[in-house]
C-alpha cells in the first residue's frame, strides 16, 4: 500500500517480456525513463499504460482503436486489477482520472509522458482531455424547456468541480429562461482519500422531493448511473415518468437505459473524440514537444430521447400542434383562444378541457407564459432595447399591462430582471 492508498503491485519485472490482459506479448527491452525521442515506425511498440479504476467501454474502446493506429500497445490490467505496478517502465500513461483524484497523485511518480482524460480538480499538472460538462449542462435544460417543464431540479453524482460545471450549465439556461432550480444533495461524498455512499441523505432529499413534486417537474442527473437510481424511486412511491417526471442523464449508456424501468433519455456524448484528442496530445509528448495544459474540452454530441421525458402516447396530436403555434405567434397581439382553435381543427371548449388535462393550464394561460419566457429572453439578449420595445415584440401593446404581467411570472420588474441576469457571471 502507498501512501495514496491504492494498491501497488510489485511482481513484474524492469524491462521483461510481459502478457497482458490485452492478449499481446512484448519484449520491448529495457527503456530509458523520460520522455524518448520519435523511433521509426516498426522499430519497436511503445508501451502506454492506462491507468484507470472505472472502465467506460466506450471510451476504452475508442482509446483501443487509436492506439493501435500508432502502434502502441495499451497495457489494460489497472482496469481489472486496480492495482498500478509499482516498478513498471514504459513510454507514456493515459490516466481516466473519473473520482479517483489519487490515480493522477500516483502517476506523477512515474517519470514519463502523461495525458489525464476527465478530472476533478483543476490542478494542470498534465495535459487533459474532458468532456465540456457546462455545454452538457445547456444541452440537458434546452431539451427539458423543449419538453413543456416548468420546475427544474439538478442530481449531482458528487461534489466535485465536473458536477460543479455540469450545474453552471444547467442553471444558467433556466435562469435565462426565468426558472430556477432545486439540488439535490450529492449521491457520494470524499472525506480525505475516500469516496462515502451519500445514501441516506439523499434518500431523504428524494423523498421530499417526491412529496412536494408538481407536475412537468424536468430532473437533470449528472450520469446515467445516478438517473437510473433516480427513476427506480420514482417507481417505488408511484411518480409517473414522464408525466410528472422527465428524466435525462449523460452517457447514453447502453446497460443503463436498457436496465432502467423506463427507457432513459440520455446526453450522447463523444468518446471517439476524446479518444482521438487524448492519444494525440500523448503522441505530440512522446515526439519531445510541448503540448497545452489547458483542458481540451469535447462538446457533447446530441440528446437521445427515449421514455424517461418522451411524451407520453395519451398527448393528443393537436395539443403540440396548439403549444408550436403559440411559440410561432406568440408575437401577434391578436392571438387568443379562438385563433389556436380554429388553427387546429377543433372546438375552443375541447382545447380548453384538453389543456387543463394535459398541460395543467388554461390555453390563455399558456399564451401568456409563453410570452413572458419569450420578454425573459429578449431582456437578455438585446440589453439596449427600450421595455416598450420589448412589450411589443411579444404582443403585448399596453407596456402598463406588460410590466403587471412580467413581475407577477418573475416576482420582479423588467427592468430588475436585466439587471440581474446582467450581475450573474457570464461563463457560458
Request: proline share 5%; net charge positive; glycine share 6%.
Amino acid at each position: 500500500m502507498n501512501p495514496t492508498g491504492i494498491l501497488v503491485d510489485s511482481t513484474e519485472a524492469s524491462g521483461r517480456a510481459t502478457l497482458t490482459t490485452s492478449g499481446i506479448t512484448t519484449d520491448p527491452g529495457r527503456v530509458t525513463r523520460g520522455i524518448p525521442q520519435r523511433t521509426k515506425i516498426g522499430s519497436r511498440v511503445r508501451r502506454v499504460l492506462l491507468a484507470s479504476q472505472v472502465p467506460q467501454p466506450d471510451l476504452l474502446r475508442c482509446l483501443a482503436s487509436r492506439a493501435r493506429e500508432q502502434n502502441w500497445h495499451l497495457i489494460t490490467d489497472m482496469i481489472h486489477t486496480g492495482v498500478v505496478p509499482s516498478r513498471w517502465q514504459g513510454d507514456g500513461i493515459i490516466a481516466i482520472a473519473s473520482c479517483h483524484a489519487e490515480i493522477t497523485d500516483l502517476i506523477g511518480h512515474f517519470p514519463v509522458p502523461c495525458v489525464t482524460v476527465g478530472g476533478t480538480t483543476d490542478r494542470r499538472t498534465h495535459p487533459r482531455v474532458e468532456l465540456d460538462h457546462v455545454a452538457i449542462g445547456r444541452m440537458a435544460a434546452q431539451h427539458l424547456l423543449d419538453r413543456n417543464c416548468r420546475t427544474f431540479v439538478w442530481a449531482p453524482f458528487t461534489d466535485s468541480s465536473c458536477n460543479h460545471w455540469q450545474r453552471e450549465g444547467f442553471t444558467t439556461v433556466l435562469r435565462a429562461h426565468g426558472y430556477e432550480c432545486r439540488f439535490l444533495p450529492p449521491a457520494h461524498r470524499r472525506i480525505g482519500q475516500t469516496w462515502h455512499d451519500n445514501d441516506t441523505e439523499w434518500r431523504q432529499a428524494v423523498a421530499t422531493l417526491f412529496h412536494s413534486l408538481r407536475q412537468n417537474t424536468g430532473l437533470l442527473a449528472f450520469n446515467d448511473c445516478l438517473a437510473g437510481r433516480v427513476l427506480a424511486a420514482a417507481h417505488d412511491v408511484g411518480v409517473h415518468v414522464p408525466r410528472q417526471l422527465a428524466v435525462i442523464g449523460v452517457g447514453n449508456d447502453v446497460e443503463a437505459h436498457t436496465s432502467s424501468l423506463v427507457d432513459l433519455t440520455s446526453i450522447d456524448v463523444d468518446w471517439e473524440h476524446v479518444a482521438r484528442r487524448a492519444v494525440d496530445l500523448l503522441d505530440t509528448l512522446l515526439q519531445g514537444r510541448a503540448s497545452p495544459y489547458e483542458p481540451v474540452l469535447i462538446p457533447p454530441r446530441a440528446v437521445i430521447t427515449r421514455g424517461s421525458t418522451g411524451v407520453d402516447p395519451w398527448e393528443h396530436s393537436y395539443i403540440r400542434q396548439a403549444t408550436a403555434y403559440i411559440s410561432e405567434h406568440c408575437s401577434d397581439s391578436r392571438l387568443g383562444v379562438e385563433r389556436v382553435a380554429e388553427q387546429v381543427g377543433i372546438s375552443r371548449r375541447q382545447l380548453e378541457r384538453n389543456f387543463r388535462s394535459l398541460k395543467h393550464c388554461t390555453v390563455r394561460a399558456f399564451i401568456e407564459d409563453t410570452r413572458m419566457l419569450m420578454a425573459a429572453r429578449l431582456l437578455v439578449e438585446q440589453p439596449r432595447a427600450k421595455i416598450m420595445v420589448i412589450s411589443e415584440l411579444i404582443g403585448i401593446t399596453d407596456p402598463n399591462s406588460f410590466y403587471r404581467k412580467f413581475r407577477l411570472r418573475f416576482g420582479v420588474t423588467p427592468t430588475a430582471f436585466r439587471r440581474k441576469q446582467a450581475a450573474l457571471p457570464n461563463r457560458i
